[in-house]
């Protein structure tokens, strides 16, 4: 899943999306249903969000039509539905502020890029997510090398022998799905309690994964030419400390989120649960700027990715009336549109 399209120097956009995930796919999506010249941004350097970032290969059972499907597969059928109509999509491109001028928005990315739209929808989820990181000297060369914050491939852990770091219900997933194909698995967990569900704490106990619990920690990397060789355990408790031989180690200590940019958007919040909308319109306090999926925030709100969905298709319809105040609000039904390509039957 990659970018598409060049931006030009003064490409104003009908509308212009803040997040890739699900909400936003989905908005881009169906942006092209209702011809808004729309683009893209997202933060990180992937599509899907949450869904990427935090549970890529969960299933996911409650979306409709999809009796049970993998997060990353449902991420790649959104981007796939998303991607006809071939919209720009700008990765790593983390909006710092959203300015005013003459009547149309000017997003300033991190990186100094300015992206200019007639409406906005901000699809940002709970902010910008970011692995919490172990402090650990030398951690930072053996990254995305031999030490990962989340499984993408499970093949980058086949045969190895692994050691995972975390004691919540992400650690325990991932060392019993890595038992299945890594040579061996090591869990520790520094804190006294599980912060797991107990069915998996019990399907780890009565696994082949080597436990150390509770509070062991890792305090040392082993490295031999730049290539990690193992890692000093210390007994917190005992104060005693062993060596283990370890390839790879998975650290799931849970994600930051990181909503402080959104105070500079000079929108109105919802206390801490996000931003203000109305939900029968999902505008924001902002003229032209909607909002939709988890930071979209009113009574009776429910994060779901099927409830993101819905509101993203609203925003957009919207949005297409607020540049036309003559065009219909209701797009009609897809079924009777000769915009999609007809799939083979
Ligand atoms: C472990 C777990 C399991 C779940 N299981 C289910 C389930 O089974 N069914 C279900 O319906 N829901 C489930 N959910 C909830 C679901 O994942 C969320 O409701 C959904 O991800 C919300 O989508 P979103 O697009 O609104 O936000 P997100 O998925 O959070 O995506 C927001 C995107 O915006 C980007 N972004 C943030 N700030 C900026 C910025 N300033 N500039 C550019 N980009 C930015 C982020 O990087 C991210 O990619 C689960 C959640 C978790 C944590």
Not at 81 to 98: F, G, R
Not at 277 to 295: C, K, L, N, Q
Request: aromatic share 6%; hydrophobic share 40%.
């Amino acid at each position: 899943m990659g970018e598409n399209g060049e931006k030009g120097e003064n490409d104003v956009k009908d509308l212009t999306i803040i997040g890739g995930g699900p909400t936003g796919l989905f908005g881009l999506f169906y942006a092209g249903v209702r011809h808004l010249d729309t683009q893209l941004v997202e933060a990180m350097d992937e599509l899907g969000g949450a869904l990427s970032a935090l549970y890529a290969v969960k299933h996911i059972y409650d979306m409709g039509g999809f009796p049970a499907i993998l997060a990353k597969d449902l991420v790649a059928a959104m981007y796939e539905q998303a991607d006809q109509w071939k919209y720009p999509i700008h990765l790593s491109q983390k909006i710092l502020e959203v300015e005013e001028r003459d009547g149309i928005y000017v997003l300033h990315s991190q990186s100094g890029e300015e992206f200019k739209s007639k409406t906005v929808l901000i699809a940002n989820g709970n902010g910008s997510l970011a692995p919490r990181k172990l402090r650990i000297p030398g951690i930072e060369p053996l990254e995305d090398k031999q030490i990962f914050y989340t499984v993408k491939n499970m093949d980058t852990f086949r045969d190895k022998r692994v050691l995972v770091i975390g004691g919540g219900d992400s650690a325990l997933d991932w060392a019993l799905e890595l038992e299945k194909v890594s040579k061996m698995v090591t869990l520790i967990h520094r804190l006294p309690v599980w912060q797991a569900h107990e069915a998996t704490v019990r399907q780890l106990i009565n696994s082949e994964v080597d436990v150390h619990f509770p509070r062991h920690e890792a305090t040392q990397l082993h490295v031999t030419d730049g290539k990690l060789t193992g890692v000093t355990i210390l007994n917190i408790t005992s104060k005693e400390t062993f060596d283990l031989e370890v390839d790879i180690i998975l650290i799931c200590i849970g994600f930051l989120m990181d909503t402080s940019v959104m105070r500079k958007w000079e929108i109105a919040l919802e206390g801490k649960k996000g931003i203000k909308v109305d939900p029968a319109t999902m505008a924001t306090s902002r003229p032209g700027v909607y909002a939709a999926g988890d930071i979209a925030a009113y009574e009776g709100k429910i994060n779901l990715i099927a409830c993101g969905a819905s509101e993203a298709a609203m925003a957009v319809n919207q949005a297409v009336r607020y540049i036309n105040p003559d065009a219909r609000l209701a797009p009609g039904h897809s079924s009777d549109m000769d915009i999609f390509k007809k799939p083979d039957s």
